[in-house]
């Protein structure tokens, strides 16, 4: 999967001008909608707040413009190849319109958010208010129709609500890997008792997850099943000592 480029290559407006006429750029780009939305909010928020936003409209360009265009395809592809060969590492936010920034909010929020950037719960749950917040904007202005922000609510309001509780979660998963017994022979242990995978969560009981493929019991303190949810999938390594799941690693909790 594509990285984020560590320095963005910026166009001319010139250049960018002339990408567009090429590419029959739609009458609003993602790039507009976000200066657009920003100014629109600048007067109505408090100074700590609008920095919120733009830090969060920030990283979701980041996103687009890194991962946006694996989505692509067709002509639309052509023209983000083209731009971008030229040097344009912006060019998805340049050429696409917001029909693509909505479809793009499961990878911004499902993902992004929680592999690619390390925050705290406070800008965690800003993500996802501030990409609902666009999403009605955007229906304001009649750039996204009612299906479309009916998706980007629900998206939005899901992340805001579990993204701290999934950051939450990780942090006192990673606590317990702290007190599991150690394995010093991973080879030494079975097939069948040790699992290095993202899992799904399929049970929570008090005191006790189940994961995909039948591995459980695993036993936790009761903070960790009062916020873990059935259906969240969770990176891990897990090993059955004398019967017992223990948890040794563990990565990222993707609501």
């Given amino acids: 999967m ?9 166009a001319s407006p010139a250049t960018v001008q002339l990408w567009r006429r090429m590419a029959a750029l739609p009458e609003l780009t993602i790039d507009d909608a976000l200066v657009r939305f920003l ?34 395809s067709g002509l639309e592809l052509k023209r983000w190849e083209r ?12 050429l696409m319109g917001p029909e693509q920034l909505v479809d793009n909010l499961g990878e911004f929020l499902g993902y992004f958010m929680i592999r690619k950037v390390a925050a705290g719960q406070e800008v965690l749950r800003a993500a996802g208010t ?15 129709d009612d299906e479309a922000l009916a998706v980007a609510v629900d998206r939005g309001g899901d992340a805001a609500r579990d ?28 097939d069948d008792d040790w699992v290095e995978d993202r899992l799904q969560i399929e049970r929570v009981e008090p005191g006790a997850l189940w994961f995909e493929g039948g591995v459980g019991p695993l036993k936790v303190p009761k903070q960790v099943t009062e916020l873990a949810q059935e259906g969240w999938s969770v990176t891990v390594v897990l090993a059955r000592v004398q019967g017992a799941w223990h948890l040794l690693e563990v990565g990222n909790v993707y609501p």
């Fill in 2 to 10: 594509k990285t984020i480029p560590s320095a963005a290559v910026v």
């Fill in 39 to 72: 100014d629109a909010q600048r007067s109505r928020l408090a100074p700590r707040t609008f920095r919120r936003y733009e830090e969060i409209c920030d990283l979701l360009r980041h996103c687009l413009n890194g991962y946006g265009h694996t989505g692509l």
């Fill in 83 to 94: 731009a971008y060969e030229a040097g344009d590492e912006e060019a998805f936010c340049h």
């Fill in 130 to 144: 501030v990409t609902k917040s666009l999403a009605r904007w955007l229906h304001q202005q009649g750039w996204i």
């Fill in 163 to 190: 993204l701290p509780k999934a950051d939450e979660l990780a942090s006192l998963l990673y606590e317990l890997t702290q007190r599991s017994p150690r394995v010093d022979d991973p080879n030494a242990v079975a």
